[in-house]
């Protein structure tokens, strides 16, 4: 039973570099998205998704691009990092509606 | 506008003492309230979830929560803190748009 699976734990980038942060989940979940952690700043949605082909954009989206082409997967894309997102990501996905979130165990990103 | 307001951003015990960590909310529709635990290097796991169902909601590891609509209030309990109990606890409150509202989280930490 993996759940929310994230790749990878941890990743270095350089200021300008573009990467993907990968998710995917096994649970038929509809409802997927993208949060940032920072230290006194809580969690703060990036991204979301509402099923296959859509997506909207959460507090945070500035610097962030998503897809959403199959209901598993759910990635998220830094065009031209920068040190502001050093970060750690979480992406969590749920049943439509008000279910719990299930959480992936997060990317460490840091951009120097 | 929702808000969540979690007193006490750092709260220490000793093993073996009551857990109280604060949550208060603002909602301007019937709210569905979540607590989560974060361990150290992982994501957010459900500890528990107001449904109105109850308002003494019973959640994972011994830990409770009691809803006052009147008090505007989901405090979280345990009656005895266990030095695994050690982590950031985050409550979540959500309502007709769906999209779930974090306060900051507060750090438990247990003395032996």
């Known amino acids: 039973n993996a759940g929310v699976t994230q790749t990878p734990k941890f990743q270095v980038l350089k200021t300008g570099q573009s990467m993907t942060l990968q998710c995917a989940q096994d649970m038929n979940h509809e409802y997927m998205s993208w949060y940032r952690q920072d230290p006194g700043m809580g969690l703060r949605l990036i991204h979301y998704s509402v099923g296959a082909g859509i997506t909207d954009q959460g507090e945070v989206p500035n610097g962030y691009n998503v897809s959403r082409s199959t209901t598993e997967d759910f990635p998220l894309r830094l065009l031209s990092a920068a040190p502001s997102q050093t970060s750690v990501y979480f992406c969590?996905?749920?049943?439509?509606?008000?279910?719990?979130?299930?959480f992936g165990n997060g990317t460490r990103l840091t951009v120097t | 506008a929702q808000s969540v307001t979690q007193l006490g951003s750092h709260v220490s015990v000793s093993e073996g003492a009551l857990v109280l960590l604060r949550c208060n909310y603002s909602s301007s529709v019937p709210p569905y309230l979540f607590w989560y635990v974060q361990y150290p290097n992982q994501g957010l796991q459900l500890l528990l979830k107001y449904t109105s169902a109850a308002t003494l909601v019973k959640g994972i590891n011994g830990f409770e929560a009691e809803f006052k609509k009147s008090e505007t209030s989901f405090h979280l309990t345990k009656p005895s803190a266990h030095m695994s109990d050690a982590a950031e606890y985050f409550c979540?409150?959500?309502?007709?748009?769906?999209?779930?509202?974090w306060g900051l989280g507060t750090s438990l930490a247990v003395n032996p």
């Open positions: 979540a409150v959500g309502g007709n748009n769906r999209k779930l509202i």
């Open positions: 969590a996905s749920r049943v439509e509606g008000d279910s719990p979130l299930h």
